[in-house]
Structure formats: structure tokens, C-alpha cells
């Protein structure tokens, strides 16, 4: 997201919730770092994150190192170098730094710790709730291209319209595997519509949602 082209595409996901609410590990790891980032800079500026952690998981994926970042807390449970379970407690959401409400920013790095254009999309990467599952997609231009900013509708028979836009430039990094260029986390298990309008034409595909999977669509313009 960019609120219109005002910020620069957002690198992590928000997860809302009140102040003090539970943060746990999504893995076994080792903290790779934990504390504030007033003197030690994780972005393009300081105080960006406020009070942080990161895990260094200990699965790898595809030979790459894997790291889990959440910023914003108001509490920090743990200290670097300690291990953690997965589904330990190591903070509590709030909104210290950069935020304008109390949440997590969940964000997902390979290799390069303290490298803000390292991301991966987290959705891909934490367990969806209980008896819902993910999309994940491609939205193409006629030459088989990535359309960046597109807008992407998903239509389900709860009544529900999602929407989504797909990655805005080449630093949000798709999977090395799923080459995806939008996803959308936690849709009840059903049959939905996937919709995009490209320059006047709607792009339309049913997909079927399948509980703690990753389902695939690619819309791809016509001509
Ligand atoms: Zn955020």
C-alpha cells in the first residue's frame, strides 16, 4: 500500500491490536536483535521502528537465512542472542516509532538482517487463522509482465470485498518459488472471484480457497 502514491510502498504487514496484546515468535530462532532503533538504523531513518525485535530463524529456505522483524512494540521480552520456541512470548504490540496506533509491523527479510529492501511479502509467511487460507496471484500485462499499483478485487460469497494492490515497484521482491505480485492473507474457505480491470477491461477467475494453503491465480490482459 502507498495511501495513493503518498508514502513509499509499505515493506511489512500491520496487524492491529490493543496495546499489550501478546506478540510470539512465529519460529524457533535466535534474537538476533532486540531494543529501540534510535541508534541503530533497520530503514531509511532512525526512530522508525521504535522498540524491535528480530529473529533469526533457525529453518532456512532455498539456502537463504531468514529473519523476522516486528516493530512498534511496547514491551520487549527478550534479549539478543537468547533462543526462542515458536509461539513463545517475546513482546507486546503498541506503537512506539513510526505508527500512528498501536500495532505489529510484521516483516520477513533473507540474508540481510538490517537491509530494508531484503523483504519478502510476510503473508506467505505466517500460518493464515484457523479455517482460512491464502491468495497469492500475478496480475500481467499482454507481454507477460507485472502490472505495478493494479487494483485487485476479491469477491466472495460471505458478502466480503477485499481488495488489494499489487506490488508498486521491483523492490517489493516476489517469491523466489510463487513469483507472485499481490497476496491476500486470512479468506474463509470458499469459492471467491478474482477481478482486475485493465484499461477498461475487466480480467475475472474463480479460485477456490483452501484452508492453511496458498492458492494461485494469474490474470493476465488479453491481446
Ligand atoms: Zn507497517
Known amino acids: 500500500m502507498t495511501w495513493d502514491g503518498l508514502l513509499a510502498p509499505h515493506r511489512g504487514v500491520d496487524l492491529a491490536n490493543e496495546t ?19 541508534t541503530q538504523n533497520f530503514a531509511f531513518i532512525n526512530n522508525f521502528y521504535g522498540n524491535m525485535i528480530i529473529l533469526h530463524l533457525n529453518q532456512q529456505w532455498q539456502g537463504h537465512s ?14 539478543i542472542g537468547q533462543t526462542v520456541d515458536s509461539g513463545e512470548k517475546i513482546g507486546a504490540i503498541g506503537e512506539s516509532g513510526a505508527a500512528m496506533a498501536p500495532h505489529l509491523h510484521l516483516e520477513i527479510r533473507i540474508d540481510e538482517p538490517d537491509n530494508y529492501l531484503m523483504v519478502r511479502n510476510p503473508e506467505l509467511w505466517y500460518a493464515p487463522f484457523p479455517s482460512t487460507g491464502v491468495l497469492a496471484g500475478r496480475i500481467l500485462d499482454h507481454h507477460g509482465r507485472f502490472i505495478p499499483g493494479q487494483l485487485v478485487v476479491i469477491r466472495c460469497p460471505d458478502g466480503g470485498r477485499r481488495s488489494v494492490e499489487t506490488y508498486w515497484n521491483q523492490r517489493t521482491h516476489p517469491d523466489d518459488i510463487i513469483s507472485e505480485n499481490f497476496v491476500f492473507s486470512d479468506i474463509p474457505e470458499m469459492v471467491c472471484q478474482v477481478e482486475t480491470e485493465i484499461q477498461g477491461v475487466l480480467h475475472s477467475q474463480s479460485v477456490q480457497i483452501i484452508a492453511q494453503e496458498i492458492a494461485f491465480v494469474i490474470l493476465r490482459q488479453s491481446g
Open 20 to 38: 499489550g496484546t501478546p506478540i510470539v515468535a512465529i519460529d524457533q530462532g535466535t534474537v538476533y536483535y532486540a531494543g529501540d532503533d534510535s
Open 66 to 79: 531468514l529473519f523476522a522483524l516486528y516493530a512498534h512494540l511496547s514491551s520487549i521480552d527478550v534479549d
